[in-house]
């Protein structure tokens, strides 16, 4: 008994694939139909995207001044690592060299530098910018101790602060770390809050969108039918739908990468100013993994949206 023939065998195979080639058409044709229906209704489909895209920007500013708050920590981390210490008006030499020499034995300082009375004082004229601070009957100011510890740690600094707690030649003591701590406690509210707003306004989308893919399926409703009657499946019909409702999230979400990036741009004078005004220079930007984030946020509702519309109304549609 002879095997196929090679045309048989060809025929075979281009069979076989023939459902997967259909497949693949049909998801061309319905990209090819998502974009035509853009262009061929302008006004009513981009009304949408915009509408998406400034209720999208919202949470994308909200995590864009979290992401500005973050960079302003990153510069200002050296703050964390030193300590300003302030000795009491009444310690002699021998007690500052005391305490110069525990300091040198603490794993947790680095380095230290010694700032006479004289010297701040010399310092603090140039900074004010006020003559005849030299000519004070008695410099009111303490000796100082500058340290640079070997890190930044939470945990270094308090166990430093202990001990110098029991040096009776240290009145005081300031660290930079506590206004650190402070500004990311403030990112992280920032981060959440817009979180938070990305997940409530994400429903909003949800409903917008669903509002026009539902119009879109009371014109198609003929078709649907049609398409039922002949047997068509409920994800052939819905497909169409999903490639509306992800190409209109997705614009939705460049549109909010434009507006934020366009609020970044008008607001960068001032913050540039504010950040200058703290010895800190910083050039605001929008963080690329935003634009991404509000892309795939964008599609990704789109898509949600159109799942949940189309199978509630094309289930209805579908029925005789």
Not at 95 to 109: G, T, Y
Not at 290 to 318: D, E, N
Request: glycine share 10%; aromatic share 6%.
């Amino acid at each position: 008994m002879s095997g196929p023939t090679p045309s048989e065998a060809r025929g075979t195979r281009e069979k076989s694939r023939h459902p997967l080639a259909a497949w693949r058409r049909h998801h061309r044709h319905c990209l090819r139909g998502a974009l035509a229906r853009l262009i061929r209704r302008p006004l009513g489909a981009w009304a949408t995207i915009l509408v998406l895209g400034v209720v999208l920007s919202l949470p994308a500013l909200v995590m864009t001044l979290g992401h500005q708050v973050e960079r302003l920590g990153t510069i200002w981390t050296s703050d964390a690592a030193r300590m300003d210490l302030y000795l009491a008006p009444e310690t002699d030499q021998d007690e500052r060299d005391a305490l110069r020499d525990w300091l040198d034995r603490q794993a947790a300082v680095a380095e230290q530098r010694v700032i006479s009375p004289d010297t701040g004082l010399e310092a603090l004229s140039e900074r004010l910018r006020m003559e005849g601070l030299d000519d004070l009957e008695s410099n009111p100011l303490p000796w100082v101790i500058e340290l640079t510890l070997s890190d930044a740690k939470p945990e270094t600094r308090l166990t430093l602060a202990e001990g110098l707690r029991e040096q009776p030649a240290v009145a005081e003591f300031s660290s930079g770390g506590d206004w650190i701590e402070r500004l990311e406690q403030i990112r992280t509210f920032i981060d959440e809050l817009g979180w938070w707003l990305l997940m409530l306004l994400g429903l909003t989308v949800v409903f917008v969108v669903g509002n026009t893919l539902r119009l879109e399926l009371h014109e198609r409703r003929r078709e649907i039918a049609l398409i039922a009657l002949i047997g068509g499946t409920e994800r052939y019909m819905l497909r169409p739908l999903l490639y509306d409702g992800t190409l209109t999230g997705l614009l939705g979400g460049l549109v909010a990468s434009g507006l934020v990036s366009l609020a970044v741009s008008v607001t960068a004078g001032p913050i540039e100013r504010f950040a200058a005004s703290y010895g800190t220079a910083i050039s605001p930007q929008v963080d690329p993994g935003l634009v991404l984030l509000l892309m795939a946020a964008g599609a990704l509702l789109g898509w949600l949206s159109a799942q949940v519309i189309g199978r509630f109304y094309i289930g209805r549609l579908s029925t005789p």
